[in-house]
Nanobody
Framework: QVQLVESGGGLVQPGGSLRLSCAAS????????IGWFRQAPGKERELVAT???????EYRDSVKGRFTASRDNAKNSVFLQMDSLKAEDTAVYFC?????????????WGQGTQVTVSS
């Protein structure tokens, strides 16, 4: 079955860290650029970070210097290290592979992983 499965979320205090994982099954992840997205209650899904198949990364301004995307092709996985977390980072986090020059994605959306930043 072709799917992406997110994990690693949880409850963390402001200033804390989490490491999210995006594991691929049924296909080889290293061919794809992968995006990390998040959706907070009542808000639209937004792109947080992207990692190209060559490993280059881009981040939205609000997470620059705090989040780091990486990939391990041997594990067929992509990761998002999140440091110095803030309450506004609270959201469900997803991964997917955007199709270039379109608003579409290669894969169905998974369940995501909940990140809650609260004291």
């Amino acid at each position: 079955q072709v799917q992406l499965v997110e994990s690693g979320g949880g409850l963390v205090q402001p200033g804390g860290s989490l490491r999210l994982s995006c594991a691929a099954s049924g296909f080889t992840l290293d061919y794809y650029a992968i995006g990390w997205f998040r959706q907070a209650p009542g808000k639209e899904r937004e792109l947080v970070a992207t990692i190209a198949n060559g490993g280059s990364t881009e981040y939205r301004d609000s997470v620059k210097g705090r989040f780091t995307a990486s990939r391990d092709n041997a594990k067929n996985s992509v990761f998002l290290q999140m440091d110095s977390l803030k309450a506004e980072d609270t959201a469900v986090y997803f991964c997917n592979a955007p199709i270039s020059n379109s608003g579409d994605y290669y894969f169905n959306w998974g369940q995501g992983t909940q990140v809650t930043v609260s004291s």
